[in-house]
């Protein structure tokens, strides 16, 4: 499976943006998929993950009750909405898919496949 993620830019703090990580290859909705960010010297950073039915997500505490992953299996597609941002979010947004018949993860460890990023900047 290919990904690519796309829908980032420049954005005021409070603000909202809606990221989109589209994927090519069969079976899509077989494929666990996360969403990582990595800011500039800094380590990649878990931010969302939900399940090939798009019934099971997890977020960590930096990003839950503002993040919110849904996909639509028949567009291959996967969206991250991201409300109230701040400065510190300001990051590069990385989608990414885990083999067939495993469950959610939210180590980078476990996804075997990574798309290409988009770039979220949020000013203060």
């Known amino acids: 499976v290919q990904l690519q993620a796309s829908g980032g830019g420049l954005v005021q703090a409070w603000g909202s943006l809606r990221l989109s990580c589209a994927a090519s290859g069969r079976a899509f909705s077989s494929y666990v998929i996360g969403w990582f960010r990595q800011a500039p010297g800094k380590e990649r950073e878990f931010v969302a993950t939900i399940d090939g039915r798009g019934v099971n997500t997890y977020y960590p505490d930096s990003v839950k009750g503002r993040f919110t992953t849904s996909r639509d299996n028949a567009k291959n597609t996967v969206y991250l909405q991201m409300n109230s941002l701040k400065p510190e979010d300001t990051a590069v947004y990385l989608c990414?898919?885990?083999?067939?018949?495993?469950?959610?993860?939210?180590?980078?460890?476990?996804?075997?496949?990574w798309g290409r990023g988009t770039l979220v900047t949020v000013s203060s």
């Open positions: 990414a898919a885990r083999n067939p018949g495993w469950g959610i993860i939210a180590n980078q460890n476990g996804y075997n496949y």
